[in-house]
């Protein structure tokens, strides 16, 4: 065989493999695509639940005793008298209830009884 046969055939074969190649690529695109979207709905699914939850949860605390539950701005109200200062220097100490890592509430009747023990 003429080595110029060989060079055609070779690249033929070459053309044939990057074809291949292209087409497993788009195939594995797609699949991808599906497998994220999928797992998006997953995500939104649970935080759907959790936000749900939460709602729930402060709508139970609420019935227990209106206005016994309240946030940030409701205890310094409750403390009045004190400072931006001398809260920030005791907000770490009061006893709150974490509904999410950044909602916390406070409970007026442990806060005092916090206050009496200190």
Known sequence: MLPETKREQSGARDTYSLFEVTRSLEEAREILRSFEGTALAGVAAQLSAAAESLAETAEVLHRIRP??????????????????DQFGKIASEVP??????????????????WLMCR
Do not use: C, M, P, Q
């Open 96 to 113: 709150k209830h974490y509904l999410s890592e950044r909602v916390a509430l406070f409970n007026i009747l442990e806060v005092d009884e």
């Open 67 to 84: 206005g016994l539950w309240v946030d940030r701005e409701g205890i310094r109200a409750h403390l009045a008298g004190r400072t931006e």
